[in-house]
């Protein structure tokens, strides 16, 4: 099993980035998908989730209308598109797969840091 995420970097406040997990050796159809960050000395917070087709989607209440999470279940993806990127959104992203019976699987993250 294996989710590796990608897209991270440096940004300036306003900016946008784009996050993606590649989702592997799991039926990806089978899971939720989500997004978590991590700010240093913070506990991981949930970002973004997305139903096994797709249909539905929750998000963090300090992220509505700037964050969209979109999966692609022919390609096994799942995307974070970030957008009106704040200092605080600076931390650690890490997607996360779980299924039905609460099987988890997380990826190893990526770092997204907005400054000036």
């Known amino acids: 099993v294996q989710l590796v995420e990608s897209g991270g970097g440096l940004v300036q406040p306003g900016g946008s980035l784009r996050l993606s997990c590649a989702a592997s050796g799991f039926t990806f159809t089978s899971y939720v998908m989500s997004w978590y960050r991590q700010a240093p000395g913070k506990v991981r917070e949930l970002v973004a989730t997305i139903t096994n087709d797709g249909g539905s989607t929750n998000y963090a209440d300090s992220v509505k209308g700037r964050f969209t999470i979109a999966r692609d279940n022919r390609k096994n993806t799942v995307n974070l598109q970030m957008n009106s990127l704040k200092p605080e959104d600076t931390a650690v992203y890490y997607c996360?797969?779980?299924?039905?019976?609460?099987?988890?699987?997380w990826g190893q993250g990526t770092q997204v840091t907005v400054s000036s």
């Open positions: 996360k797969a779980t299924s039905r019976a609460f099987r988890e699987y």
